[in-house]
């Protein structure tokens, strides 16, 4: 006997248009592959069209962030599972701009080379789209299933990109690791959550943290360790990080840009995401799980950005630099992470404005650093920082650029990276005592990785050219001297200095980080099956934050007077369950 | 003027972007070389048109810059900054003429070093806190490489070791802002990062001279003393102390608000509205340290005053046990070491020897004449404006440390026989004066540690200037092959003892200025009313040992003058080319700077008495 056949739900076109960047990339992937063989001559094809998707994605995501009128609404779509809230839109916007960046950067690398056969310019085109469209669902995932569904979807396909050099074998040695390494991770995260949906007996993200309410169980916290290791993959943290050296130097320059940028931002995204609606949730309980959890990705942040770090100091190529580096900033953006998960400190908003900044900024540098690297290794025909010397001499211009990424990464002033690390360190320092020892982690990792980014610029300007170097790099120049991938490096220092000299960015960014996570409805029961979208009126989202941080306040929050207690947030779990 | 102030901020680097545009070396110098004269003139106009008589920023320029944090863009000059800039001002003209025959990729090294020319007078004329930080960080990266490209044998060494120390203090400086940044909104009700307070907006008067300092409600908030029950209950002859002391310390605030209303209502009542005025009166001279003039607490009463921000938030941090207090004492400590990294000052001066040995000799006169005075600066301008009671309370500490910089100085300067490295140490021994004339927050320390930087500024720049001459000539600065130069060069020989005898502080040269009062202002500190009336035996004790400084000083500047000068001249000496006109002008306009500042300190001191002055009496000393 089966029981009642549950009603089937259709989309609504609320709902559809709300997914649209993802649909747009969907159509993409088609249309490239369709494009290819329409095009068989001409192998440019399918990459222009990648191009087009990645735009018209841009205008995707610009209809739907600013679709909902008032901003601070998040819209849960398709039973609470996607949550397509500015936070999330402006993500998916950064990521559109990074497949641009890397898809012209990648005509500049592989134009005319060799190593990337022009049959398989459409798969590459094709998988670059796939692995976005699941960083894009990651971003906006609000349920277990989606999370697992979009991981996959941006893990396949760069697999296969990392070994997209057939005939390289450092190529296909790091797309075998990161096979593996990524199926462990599965393994794991696909186990917490059997763990979660044990623990809480639903796979809503909301119901799963609001389940610690009860006190954290021992099955909840080892499922969310599990979880969390999946995360940690993606985001290339410690412990699951050794596969982002050895995949950035197997793959193709382009590709270890697009996974060092767009696949650390996404899982970024996300644990923001979870970590915010368990600070929701963690006021209900007096603060000792949000206690744990501040601890539990604090020092998880801390231990990724110390690591990577004190590795990247030993390295001597470029690329390896970069990818511990880039493992190092992830782990900064983590420790900013943690902060969100104390309830009532009242100043989500500001963590996420600050990720968002610190993503926007990341973007920028890391883009322009890898696009610079990739050059210079390519005309100097090798990766090795030594055999880069006195290359100031040969191609002023571009180190320069590269040195003012690489101070950015470090965090200079004026640079973006200093503002954003400010931003980053302003929310660390509100949590108290262990804030504090975040801020100081931050700057002493700082402090160490001044060595290391200082390091190409110590060979490329202090060091004279050695002899006969002229001829060595004509040699090796295999890279096009086209002002394509100059033009990229460019742009990302004009948005490194924008960023850096607050031309309006934060601004710009903050009313996206005011409008983040905190959907709070009841999901524990069966949702409503006619509530496919949940607008919170007014007065409730007024409920939900300090007075001061409503759209348009002011970042810098005016403190109330109240002694060494957390300002008093109204974050009341009454109005937090029934808004 | 205020347009001329930031034109010249950033003309420097306007130069130095067309430099690397220029078509040749011999182009970008002569741009180079005209861009700071004209620099340099632009300072001197500031001097004209500079009023004396007033205190406070002027000239200032504030523009909203990062919104989202408070930053502005302020700039300003006052009678603390006046001096350094036109010191940098000229030291950059007479930097570039030493650099004229730089053959190393010249359009790069002026570019170089014009950029850090914007840096110098950016950190100098900067109003705002976050700015003052952007302009001291940037000026390190030209520096980085003016001495990791154009520097000695070991110059990669010493360029990444003077970059890790500076920043490791910068790195001090951000944890004090990032606490500033979310400490004082809870007194001053936004963030603020104003280090001056403005000139234009305050009208306090001409007596308070507040405008010399940041703001009084952060530095009122960073005030030191605990609070203290006792004395608030033997001060208010009753109880009535512990009960609103308990209303303060409840946790809920509206409940502490209603507490505190419900006892000063009670008051209110008992002692009537002037009784009350007392009453409240008695408290803030409750909390204050012995010895040390009142702070002027806000003392009006009544129920509007119980809800101002700053009163609420004083007290009750006082009753909660000085959470701003522990804060200050820490940010205190953080920004001097910060400082104290530039400056240098034993134990964080390894740096300087090794950065000085290895820069090429402009630079060395640039880092030794203007980069070092960045710290000593920031100390007047920061550290102490914002705590000065943690300075007060450590100040045994922070003397000592200057006291025993002078002394290590001096006996490390004796042991060298590098005779760049001696110069150096000359610099580490010569600025612990300066942190011994600012520890002791006596009008004449003040102003001696202040003149003590211009005076070395001038001084160790020719020092280090004549030593290059050498060096150019003889490739190696051993002070044991050198000898009988007086014999070889008459003139050089003559213009030398007015640079070393600077340097040691003979009467009638700029060195002594500085030094003598500092020694004075030390003896002050024990006066009565003074910060170490209290201890006057140690206070003695950092004269006497800061006195033999000056011995000591003399010590190895006369006995290195007697190794190089004095003697027989070595036969190589024919073979050295003979000293240019161009080389003679730079030691001439050092030489007369110092004797004229030996002369006429009142040059600077115009600038900077009513200054320090009202500094002094506004942070309760003096």
């Known amino acids: ?579 | 003027m205020s347009l001329l102030l930031n034109f010249m901020i950033f003309l420097p680097a306007i130069g130095g972007l067309l430099c690397l545009a220029a078509p040749g070396g011999r182009q970008a110098r002569s741009l180079a070389f005209w861009v700071t004269v004209v620099t340099l003139a632009m300072s001197l106009m500031l001097v004209a048109a500079f009023d004396y008589s007033a205190a406070g920023p002027q000239f200032e320029t504030a523009v909203p810059w990062i919104s989202a944090i408070n930053v502005e863009y302020r700039t300003g000059v006052d009678g603390l900054s006046l001096s350094l800039v036109v010191l940098t001002t000229g030291l950059a003209l007479l930097g570039l003429l030493a650099s004229w025959n730089i053959e190393k990729s010249p359009k790069v090294y002026f570019s170089l070093y014009l950029f850090l020319l914007t840096g110098m007078l950016g950190v100098f004329l900067a109003l705002d806190l976050f700015l003052f930080y952007v302009f001291f960080e940037i000026s390190l990266v030209p520096m980085y490489f003016l001495i990791g490209i154009w520097g000695g044998p070991r110059r990669e060494y010493a360029a990444i070791k003077f970059f890790l120390f500076t920043l490791a203090g910068s790195i001090c400086l951000l944890i004090v802002m990032l606490g500033l940044y979310l400490v004082t909104p809870q007194a001053v009700g936004k963030n603020t990062w104003v280090m001056v307070a403005s000139s234009t907006s305050s009208d306090r008067g001409s007596e308070a001279v507040p405008a010399t300092l940041v703001d009084e409600r952060v530095r009122r908030m960073f005030a030191g003393p605990r609070f203290d029950l006792e004395r608030w209950n033997e001060a208010a002859g009753d109880e009535s102390g512990r009960e609103l002391i308990d209303a303060l310390r409840l946790d809920d605030r509206s409940e502490s608000t209603e507490a505190v209303k419900a006892v000063l209502a009670e008051q209110l009542r008992l002692r009537g509205e002037a009784g009350l005025g007392q009453w409240l009166a008695e408290f803030t001279q409750a909390v204050l340290i012995e010895g040390r003039k009142p702070l002027a607490l806000p003392v009006e009463v009544g129920e509007a005053n119980l809800d101002d921000r700053y009163w609420s938030v004083l007290l009750v941090d006082q009753a909660r046990g000085g959470r701003y207090w522990v804060f200050a004492q820490w940010a205190f400590w953080l920004s001097l070491i910060a400082f104290l990294i530039k400056l240098p000052s034993v134990p964080f001066h390894t740096w300087l020897p090794d950065a000085h040995v290895e820069a090429p000799t402009p630079i060395s006169m640039i880092l030794a004449g203007v980069l070092l005075k960045m710290g000593g600066y920031a100390m007047m301008r920061i550290t102490w404006p914002y705590f000065p009671d943690a300075a007060i309370v450590f100040w045994h500490l922070v003397a000592g440390l200057g006291v025993l910089a002078i002394l290590y100085g001096a006996f490390c300067a004796m042991a060298q026989t590098d005779w760049k490295k001696l110069v150096a140490y000359s610099s580490v021994s010569h600025m612990g004066y300066v942190t011994l004339g600012i520890a002791v927050m006596t009008a004449s320390g003040w102003n001696g540690a202040y003149f003590q930087m211009i005076g070395h500024g001038v001084s160790s720049a020719m020092m280090f200037f004549l030593v290059g001459v050498i060096y150019e000539r003889s490739h190696h600065r051993d002070l044991d092959r050198l000898g009988g130069l007086w014999t070889r060069f008459p003139a050089f020989g003559g213009w030398s003892m007015v640079g070393f005898f600077a340097a040691m502080g003979l009467p009638g040269l700029c060195g002594f200025i500085g030094e003598i009062l500092v020694l004075l202002g030390t003896f002050d500190a024990a006066s009565p009313g003074a910060i170490g009336a209290g201890s006057v035996g140690l206070v003695y004790v950092y004269g006497a040992l800061a006195a033999c400084g000056v011995i000591l000083t003399a010590g190895y500047i006369l006995w290195m003058f007697q190794r190089v000068y004095m003697g027989r001249p070595r036969e190589e000496y024919h073979d050295y080319a003979p000293i240019s006109r161009r080389e003679y002008l730079i030691m001439g306009v050092l030489g007369v700077a110092a004797i004229v500042l030996g002369i006429v300190p009142m040059l600077v001191f115009v600038m900077t008495r009513a200054t320090f002055a009202g500094m002094l009496a506004s942070m309760g000393v003096g």
């Not at chain 1, 059997?194 to 610690?212: E, N």
């Not at chain 1, 996300?270 to 949000?290: N, Q």
């Not at chain 1, 090798?382 to 180190?399: C, D, Q």
């Open chain 1, 1 to 579: 006997m089966l029981g009642a056949i549950p009603p089937v739900d259709l989309p609504t076109w609320t709902e559809l248009r709300l997914v649209m960047p993802e649909l747009v990339l969907t159509v993409g992937m088609v249309i490239v592959l369709m494009g290819a063989m329409a095009a068989r001559g001409r192998p440019g094809v399918p990459i222009v069209l990648a191009m087009v998707t990645a735009i018209a994605g841009m205008v995707a995501v610009g209809l739907t962030m600013f679709e909902p009128a008032e901003a601070g609404i998040e819209r849960l779509i398709f039973h609470q599972t996607l949550a397509i809230d500015p936070f999330s839109q402006f993500f998916k916007l950064l990521l559109m701009l990074t497949i641009l960046l890397v898809l012209i950067q990648w005509m500049g690398l592989h134009r005319g080379q060799d190593d990337l056969e022009p049959s398989d310019w459409p798969d590459y085109a094709c998988l670059l789209l796939g692995a976005a469209l699941g960083m894009s669902l990651l971003a906006s995932a609000r349920d277990l299933l989606v999370v697992l569904i979009a991981m996959e979807t941006a893990s396949l396909p760069s697999y296969v990109l990392a070994g997209i050099r057939k005939r390289r074998r450092l190529g296909a040695e790091a797309s075998m690791k990161f096979v593996l390494i990524g199926a462990v991770a599965t393994g794991l995260m696909v186990y917490g959550m059997s763990l979660l949906y044990g623990a809480s007996g639903s796979l809503k993200l909301d119901a799963i943290v609001g389940a610690a309410n009860d006190g954290i169980t021992p099955i909840w916290a080892v499922g969310m360790i599990f979880l969390f290791t999946g995360f940690a993959f993606k985001l290339s943290a410690v412990p699951l990080h050794f596969w982002c050296p050895d995949v950035f130097e197997g793959a193709p320059f382009d590709v270890a840009t697009f996974l060092s940028v767009a696949s650390k931002g996404a899982a970024v995204v996300l644990l923001a995401r979870m970590v915010d609606l368990f600070g929701a949730y963690s006021g209900s309980h007096g603060g000792e799980a949000g206690m744990a959890m501040l601890l539990g990705v604090g020092i998880f942040g801390a231990v990724t950005a110390t690591w990577g770090n004190l590795v990247a100091l030993r390295q001597t190529r470029i690329r390896r630099m970069l990818a511990y580096s880039s493992i190092a900033q992830a782990g900064y953006m983590i420790m900013a992470v943690a902060a969100l998960s104390v309830a009532g400190s009242g100043h989500s908003a500001e963590a996420m404005t600050a990720i968002l900044f610190y993503l926007t900024v990341y973007l920028f540098m890391n883009v322009g650093a890898f696009t610079l690297a990739a050059r210079i290794s390519a005309a100097s025909g090798s990766e090795e920082m030594s055999s880069m010397a006195g290359w100031i001499h040969r191609r002023p211009l571009e180190v320069v650029l590269l040195g003012i990424f690489l101070l950015s990464l470090f965090g200079l002033p004026t640079l973006g990276g200093f503002l954003g690390k400010w931003y980053l360190a302003v929310v660390m320092g509100r949590l108290g005592e262990i804030g504090i020892a975040l801020v100081v982690v931050l700057l002493v990792n700082t402090l160490f990785s001044l060595a290391f980014y200082l390091k190409p610029l110590y060979h490329m300007v202090l060091q004279p050219m050695p002899q006969g170097g002229e001829a060595v790099a004509s040699a090796g120049s295999r890279s096009d001297h086209s002002p394509i991938g100059l033009g990229v490096a460019i742009v990302c220092a004009a948005g490194v200095f924008w960023t850096g000299l607050d031309l309006g960015a934060t601004s710009l960014i903050r009313p996206f980080g005011h409008t983040a996570g905190r959907g709070m409805v009841e999901t524990r029961g069966d949702p409503p099956a006619a509530v496919q979208q949940t607008i919170f009126d007014k007065d409730a989202e007024s409920n939900l934050r300090p007075s001061s941080q409503r759209p348009g306040a002011s970042l810098s929050r005016t403190v109330e007077f109240t002694g060494d207690h957390a300002p008093s947030g109204s974050l009341k779990p009454s109005s937090v369950i029934n808004p």
